[in-house]
T-cell receptor, first 111, second 114 residues
């Protein structure tokens, strides 16, 4: 089967750092994506990892370990507008490079 | 910027009705997808298409069909709507056959079947 697991909810304080973890077990791997989804809006692309290591993009960074089936999204200097759901998705090498999504982590940033 | 437009944000229909959800993308993308999003279950793929007039079943195609007559438009059809099809429906598009290309999503249609 295909499993992509992430915590359901997290809470953090404005200005702090938060790490959202994602573990996956899939039949094949062609890359891992993180999306941000505000309530009632479309998911928007944040980051892509296909090789092990850290990819940094401003306040957001994403890490991948393929041997461990593990990724995390790191958000620094949290702002209130970062309150959203964060979706982890794995691209698999069938169904024309289908993407498998986790259920999402709802992050609440408090003052 | 890629624009994926879904025809309705909110829709209320009755059990047994035939329901059409429309999606249009403006970036000449080859691939288009329909998902439904339910609390605790994440996004589940219903159907996808990688070319005009081509369609492939996803994980949960039962009760749905699709149509792709033009490259920019991908329609989802609920043949006879049932209450368990009440959900958020998301359309997405992407370029090429994978790699680093992300999927781009529309704002979603929240469909209620009464």
């Amino acid at each position: 089967g295909q499993n992509i697991d992430q915590p359901t909810e997290m809470t953090a304080t404005e200005g702090a750092i938060v790490q959202i973890n994602c573990t996956y077990q899939t039949s094949g791997f062609n890359g891992l994506f993180w999306y941000q989804q505000h309530a009632g809006e479309a998911p928007t692309f944040l980051s892509y990892n296909v090789l092990d290591g850290l990819e940094e993009k401003g306040r957001f960074s994403s890490f991948l370990s393929r041997s461990k089936g593990y990724s995390y999204l790191l958000l620094k200097e949290l702002q209130m507008k970062d309150s959203a759901s964060y979706l982890c998705a794995v691209r698999v090498p069938y169904n024309n490079n289908d993407m498998r999504f986790g259920a999402g982590t709802r992050l609440t940033v408090k003052p | 910027d890629v624009k994926v437009t879904q025809s309705s944000r909110y829709l209320v229909k009755r059990t047994g009705e035939k329901v059409f959800l429309e999606c249009v993308q403006d970036m000449d993308h080859e691939n288009m997808f329909w998902y439904r999003q339910d609390p605790g279950l994440g996004l589940r793929l219903i159907y996808f298409s990688y070319d005009v007039k081509m369609k492939e079943k996803g994980d949960i195609p039962e009760g749905y069909s699709v149509s792709r007559e033009k490259k920019e438009r991908f329609s989802l059809i609920l043949e006879s709507a049932s209450t368990n099809q009440t959900s958020m429906y998301l359309c997405a598009s992407s370029s090429g056959t994978g790699g680093h290309q992300p999927q781009h999503f529309g704002d979603g249609t929240r469909l209620s079947i009464l």
